[in-house]
């Protein structure tokens, strides 16, 4: 089972980057969470560009959510939204719309993590959103993450046992949906 973690922050201390490497050190048994390191690469989304001649970080995006068996998207939370370089990298794994677009028919989770004391639950439902509207078959729930200064120790590693069981569970909880629909298939 192959997870993609994408973090929707570009800041250097980014605590839901953090949350995201954090999955990739509580894979459940017999998966790999992979973190997308690319974000800043990927430039506007441009309709002009897109297609067999689309930028080259927009190809190796495309490629990674294509040979994911699942997707965890770890969003900060801007103005009671997501931030604009996740949405962008959606609107990119979008394309081709019906059905041959990377992020089609994926099972994809949310997370979220901010300082504040909501943990980016405004943005999560709005990405549980776009996602759906995308073509992703997002899992039920989502995991707020609520004053991350607290369980991120200054190097970014996570510090809270509870946080992590949480965290791990709600891995496992993507990793069983997606083994389902695979099944299914």
Known sequence: MRILAISGSLR????????ARAAA????EGAEV??????????????DTDGEDAPEAVRDLRSRIAGADALLFVTPEYNGSV?????????????????????????AAVAGATTGQYGAIWAQQDLRRILGIAGARVIEGELQVAQAQKVFDETGRLTDPLLGERLRKHLENLAHEASAVALAA
């Open 34 to 47: 992979e973190v997308y390191e690319r974000l800043g690469d990927i430039p506007l989304y441009d309709a």
């Open 25 to 28: 050190e509580r894979a459940p």
């Open 12 to 19: 250097d201390d980014s605590y839901n980057t953090a949350l």
């Open 83 to 107: 931030s604009g370089v996740l949405k962008n990298a959606v609107d990119w794994a979008s394309r081709p719309p019906r059905g041959g677009a990377p992020i089609w028919g994926k099972t």
